[in-house]
């Protein structure tokens, strides 16, 4: 399948009809732009029970702008020497993907609030993904 997320959906709802399974998203969602990446997660909330649930999204986390190279260069080595990582798998979803990417929290915390989440919170691991948990 070519096309994007309106294409493929009814197919992935097909095959998980009637399964009982997390609502967990893991290096799926930056294969999307904002636009369907809210898409994706509008239809997981809505399959969740209202008001409760959550879904469990496993994605690349990019620190984010507004600190010089040199100074980020020196913040990457202390704090995170999987920062790089990251940003590559940025620069590889721009070349392999039409609208994919990877987020910084504060794209998370707009693309989770206009899928209509309430709340969510960031869990930061020692591995190139974070948990971030998005609350019904």
């Known amino acids: 399948m070519d096309g994007g997320i309106d294409e493929w959906m009814p197919t992935l709802e097909n095959h998980l009809s009637g399964l009982r399974v997390p609502n967990m998203a893991h290096w799926t969602l930056h294969d999307w732009g904002d636009e369907d990446c809210i898409k994706i997660l509008k239809n997981c909330k809505d399959a969740l029970p209202k008001g409760?649930?959550?879904?469990?999204?496993?994605?690349?986390?990019?620190?984010?702008?507004?600190?010089?190279?040199?100074?980020?260069?020196?913040k990457v080595k202390e704090e995170d020497d999987l920062e790089y990582v990251r940003l590559m798998l940025d620069m590889v979803m721009m070349a392999h993907t039409e609208t994919g990417k990877e987020r910084t929290q504060k794209q998370w915390e707009d693309v989770l609030n206009k899928a209509g989440f309430s709340r969510y919170t960031v869990h930061c691991i020692p591995a190139v993904q974070s948990v971030i948990v998005a609350y019904a």
Request: charged share 45%.
């Open 52 to 74: 409760k649930g959550k879904v469990i999204i496993v994605e690349a986390l990019l620190k984010e702008d507004g600190v010089g190279v040199e100074e980020a260069e020196e």
